[in-house]
């Protein structure tokens, strides 16, 4: 069966999607979005931590995170609903002195684009994290304007927003294939019919590449997956999301990070040092085990704290680890925001709208040169190969 014709389509009701179709209704056009699951933002949104940060070493994800963050910051003040929005600023508490070299030589790069942020001293930890260790502690980062939202709350925002601009949301409905006519896009197709676009964004989280091969074309996003945990709520008392770059002495993870939320929870997530590649989100029994020492040798007060549940989710890996923002040049009016790895949530709404700029505009609303780092036809071994020397 045939449907109404949109302006653009979206695949993908999530952290990336959502924003996008936000900001294609600001530029006035007729979206539909399309999601396999049954809701807004049940994919990898909700299993978000709710970090939003600009503290990267990419120069496009510092800009386009610089950019999530006016948004976020804002929405409540411009939009009137309450996205769980928290100043707390991020802290990189260090006790290396390796650590400490490497973070000193990013922060050139990071203020050179305008990023708030500087080395403060151990007193200054103390007072942003209360009873963080202090053995051995050198010091760390500190980036004020960063901060913390409610993924769930946020995805709902951008839906209702959408909604009301005359966006249609079609849920429980994958896209099962593209429709194409001379090498340019026509549409999706679902179980349930067609619909029809001159303009198709793929935004499917770690369905990206299965997406990509519904055009003939391989898109190198390969999903692994993370843990993450939450507490019951407790009285607050740090504001800052914590970042622990020291390895693991368990030998099986690399850092490790964990806020408190606008309720007081503390959710909590650790980077695998060994990526577990697939798409299986069931939770394992080393997690807590693992999380806990950690969190308790940073932060003894924490050994009382009652965890409330645990999950897995996706992050969509690119092999340099960096975004694909583009158009498709095989086939005109496809376009790409995928392979966020991990940090979809925070890098969302800068990517809704440097989409919508490059879709209607014909370029994205950061500097073109530097978004031409996060493209689909890049070297994606190259920054990887040079990492290696």
Same mark, same amino acid.
């Given at each position: 069966?045939?449907?109404?014709?949109?302006?653009?389509?979206?695949?993908?009701?999530?952290?990336?999607?959502?924003?996008?179709?936000?900001?294609?209704?600001?530029?006035?056009?007729?979206?539909?979005?399309?999601?396999?699951?049954?809701?807004?933002?049940?994919?990898?949104?909700?299993?978000?931590?709710?970090?939003?940060?600009?503290?990267?070493?990419? %120069?496009?994800?510092?800009?386009?995170?610089?950019?999530?963050? $006016?948004?976020?910051?804002?929405?409540?003040?411009?939009?009137?609903?309450?996205?769980?929005?928290?100043?707390?600023?991020?802290?990189?508490?260090?006790?290396?002195?390796?650590? $400490?070299?490497?973070?000193?030589?990013?922060?050139?790069?990071?203020?050179?684009?305008?990023?708030?942020?500087?080395?403060?001293?151990? $007193?200054?930890?103390?007072?942003?994290?209360?009873?963080?260790?202090?053995?051995?502690?050198?010091?760390?980062?500190?980036?004020?304007?960063?901060?913390? @939202?409610?993924?769930?709350?946020?995805? =709902?925002?951008?839906?209702?927003?959408?909604?009301?601009?005359?966006?249609?949301?079609?849920?429980?409905?994958?896209?099962?294939?593209?429709?194409?006519?001379?090498?340019?896009?026509?549409?999706?197709?679902?179980?349930?019919?067609?619909?029809?676009?001159?303009?198709?964004?793929?935004?499917?989280?770690?369905?990206?590449?299965?997406?990509?091969?519904?055009?003939?074309?391989?898109?190198?996003?390969?999903?692994?997956?993370?843990?993450?945990?939450?507490?019951?709520?407790?009285? !607050?008392?740090?504001?800052?999301?914590?970042?622990?770059?020291?390895?693991?002495?368990?030998?099986?993870? =690399?850092?490790?990070?964990?806020?408190?939320?606008?309720?007081?929870?503390?959710?909590?997530?650790?980077?695998?040092? =060994?990526?577990?590649?697939?798409?299986?989100?069931?939770?394992?029994?080393?997690?807590?085990?693992?999380?806990?020492?950690?969190? @308790?040798?940073?932060? %003894?007060?924490? !050994?009382?704290?009652?965890?409330?549940?645990?999950?897995?989710?996706?992050?969509?890996?690119?092999?340099?680890?960096?975004?694909?923002?583009?158009?498709?040049?095989?086939?005109?009016?496809?376009?790409?925001?995928?392979?966020?790895?991990?940090?979809?949530?925070?890098?969302?709404?800068?990517?809704?709208?440097?989409?919508?700029?490059?879709?209607?505009?014909?370029? %994205?609303?950061?500097? %073109?040169?530097?978004?031409?780092?996060?493209?689909?036809?890049?070297?994606?071994?190259?920054? !990887?190969?040079?990492?290696?020397?």
């Amino acid at each position: 069966m045939s449907l109404a014709k949109y302006d653009a389509i979206v695949i993908g009701a999530g952290s990336v999607g959502c924003p996008i179709a936000y900001f294609l209704t600001l530029e006035g056009l007729k979206v539909l979005v399309l999601d396999g699951e049954h809701s807004v933002g049940q994919g990898q949104n909700k299993a978000a931590i709710g970090g939003v940060r600009a503290t990267h070493s990419d %120069p496009a994800k510092i800009t386009i995170c610089i950019e999530s963050l $006016e948004i976020f910051s804002t929405w409540k003040e411009k939009h009137g609903t309450d996205i769980g929005w928290i100043n707390g600023g991020y802290c990189f508490p260090i006790y290396r002195e390796i650590d $400490e070299e490497k973070l000193k030589v990013l922060l050139p790069v990071q203020k050179s684009f305008g990023l708030n942020i500087d080395w403060v001293g151990p $007193e200054k930890i103390i007072q942003l994290v209360p009873g963080i260790n202090p053995v051995g502690l050198r010091g760390g980062t500190y980036s004020p304007h960063d901060g913390q @939202i409610s993924p769930l709350k946020a995805a =709902a925002a951008f839906w209702k927003e959408s909604r009301d601009r005359g966006a249609e949301f079609l849920f429980g409905e994958p896209v099962t294939g593209l429709l194409r006519s001379g090498g340019r896009i026509e549409g999706v197709e679902t179980g349930r019919g067609k619909y029809y676009a001159d303009v198709v964004v793929n935004a499917a989280g770690g369905h990206a590449g299965e997406v990509g091969r519904m055009a003939g074309i391989e898109i190198p996003v390969v999903p692994d997956s993370h843990e993450g945990g939450i507490s019951a709520p407790m009285k !607050r008392f740090f504001d800052p999301l914590i970042v622990d770059i020291r390895p693991g002495p368990e030998g099986r993870t =690399a850092n490790f990070y964990f806020g408190q939320n606008d309720r007081g929870q503390v959710i909590f997530c650790y980077t695998p040092i =060994a990526p577990i590649v697939g798409t299986n989100r069931s939770v394992t029994s080393e997690f807590m085990p693992v999380i806990s020492r950690r969190l @308790i040798e940073l932060i %003894p007060r924490l !050994r009382n704290m009652l965890i409330r549940r645990v999950w897995r989710g996706l992050y969509p890996m690119t092999p340099d680890g960096i975004i694909i923002l583009d158009g498709v040049r095989e086939v005109k009016g496809l376009f790409l925001a995928v392979g966020m790895c991990g940090q979809g949530f925070m890098l969302g709404p800068g990517v809704g709208l440097n989409m919508a700029k490059l879709i209607v505009h014909g370029k %994205p609303g950061i500097d %073109p040169e530097v978004f031409s780092t996060i493209g689909f036809y890049r070297d994606f071994h190259a920054k !990887r190969a040079e990492a290696l020397k």
